[in-house]
């Protein structure tokens, strides 16, 4: 490949499909890839407000907000045949969307393991299910997950979150696996402690505790994982795949 290459990511003209893509991390990832030259369709759970602001804020980009939960399977299936019939192909899926529900084993309600792990891995399975037909059609396309450093690193109080990333990163390495001889990527995103809505409380209670942890010393910004999200989903990541990228500052090695 020559220097003359490493400007074009091999994006533009593509289809992405981002689940959460409303708020946080979800929205960094659908702005970069937008901005990519990628037509973006994300979904959300029941923020609609804040889904329309992403659309209205990327006036320029092509990017289409959808409500989807993700635990219902035919409810993927159908945003995905729609999804198809408007764009002719999925080019990239991003299972972004996920809910975090930390409590002690003891005092963890029946609600919260179910909702984890519903939206964590169902969600992710009911998706993938719905886009990976289409993607072994074309003999082309890339998955990337988003995991957690929660998923290969204990932490207290997180049992159901842990086992849903863990979870998901054995769903990655296996789907690679089988999607491998059809031309398809996958892998997964591992953040350590990014700013959204999802990690206020932890850092909130305990900020200097989480900064020490954190070999960079800062806590990272949804951009860093979107940015990594691109370099998968770009064509300077065609020979990788099954792989968990941490993105964390160092956070899995303290
Ligand atoms: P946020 O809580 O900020 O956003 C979650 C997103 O997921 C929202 O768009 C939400 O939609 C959507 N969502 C939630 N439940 C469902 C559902 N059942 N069906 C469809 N969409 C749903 O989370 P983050 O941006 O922080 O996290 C994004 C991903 O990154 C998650 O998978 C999380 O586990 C992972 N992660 C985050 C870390 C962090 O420090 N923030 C660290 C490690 C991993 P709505 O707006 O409608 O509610």
């Known amino acids: 490949m020559s220097s003359a290459n490493l400007t074009d990511a091999g994006l533009s003209g ?22 990519a030259g990628m037509s973006v369709t994300f979904t959300y759970l029941e923020n609609a407000a804040a889904a329309m602001e992403v659309v209205e804020a990327n006036k320029q980009f092509k990017i289409t907000a959808e409500p ?16 198809v019939e408007r764009e002719g192909k999925v080019d990239l899926l991003v299972n972004n ?19 984890v792990l519903e939206t964590n891995v169902t969600g992710a399975f009911n998706i993938t299910r719905a886009v990976a037909p289409h993607m072994i059609a074309a003999r082309a396309g890339r998955i990337v997950n988003i995991s957690s450093v929660a998923g290969e690193k204990g932490g207290r109080g997180q049992t159901n979150y842990a086992a849903s990333k863990g979870a998901l ?21 591992a953040p350590g402690v990014i700013e959204t809505e999802m990690s206020r409380e ?19 910004q949804p951009a860093d994982i979107a940015h990594a999200v ?10 990788i795949t099954g792989e968990i990228l941490h993105v964390d500052g160092g956070f899995k090695m303290e």
Do not use: H, M, Q
């Open 202 to 220: 932890v850092r909130e209670r305990a900020p200097e505790a989480v900064l020490s942890r954190i070999l960079l010393r800062r806590i990272g």
């Open 97 to 115: 969307a996920g809910v975090i529900r930390d409590n002690p084993l003891t005092i963890l309600e029946e609600e919260d393991v179910r909702l």
């Open 169 to 189: 990163n054995a769903f990655t390495r296996s789907l690679a696996v089988e999607l491998a001889p059809r031309g398809i990527t996958v892998n997964a995103v």
């Open 14 to 35: 593509g289809v992405a499909l981002v689940t959460g893509g409303s708020r946080g991390i979800g929205r960094a990832i659908v702005e970069v890839l937008a901005a």
């Open 68 to 83: 989807l939960d993700v635990r219902n399977a035919g409810g993927c299936s159908e945003l995905v045949e729609k999804l």
């Open 230 to 239: 691109w370099f998968l989903a770009s064509r300077y990541a065609g020979y």
